[in-house]
C-alpha cells in the first residue's frame, strides 16, 4: 500500500525539493501542494517542473508559482464509484482526498 505522505510537499518548498522528491517516487511521480495547514492547493508532475524551468523559474523558486491549480480529488465520506471509474480510465493512479464538509 502507498504512503499518500510521500506525495505531499508544501507549496513554500523549493523546485529542487520538489525534484527530489519525484525522482524518489519515480513510476508514480506526481506530488500533492498543501499549504501550512494541509489543504491542497495544487499538483506537481515533472512536466510542470520542466515547463516552468522553460519560462525561467529557478530551482530556488517556490513550487507554488508552477503547480496544477485545481487539481481532482475524491471527497472523503463522498465516494461517486462513477468518478472514480473515469478517473481510472484517464490512467489516474494517485488521487487525494479531502474530507467533506
Given amino acids: 500500500m502507498r504512503n499518500y505522505n510521500n506525495h505531499l510537499l508544501l507549496g513554500k518548498s523549493t523546485v529542487k525539493q520538489a525534484l527530489i522528491r519525484l525522482d524518489i517516487l519515480a513510476s508514480d511521480a506526481i506530488l500533492f501542494i498543501v499549504d501550512d495547514e494541509d489543504r491542497l ?24 508559482s508552477i503547480i496544477q491549480e485545481n487539481p ?30
Fill in 72 to 101: 481532482r480529488f475524491i471527497k472523503k465520506g463522498k465516494e461517486n464509484i462513477q468518478k472514480i471509474i473515469e478517473y481510472r480510465d484517464g490512467n489516474f493512479k494517485i488521487l487525494p482526498a479531502k474530507k467533506s464538509g
Fill in 41 to 64: 492547493i495544487g499538483a506537481l508532475t515533472d512536466g510542470d517542473v520542466r515547463r516552468g524551468l522553460i519560462k525561467g523559474v529557478t530551482i530556488d523558486d517556490e513550487v507554488s
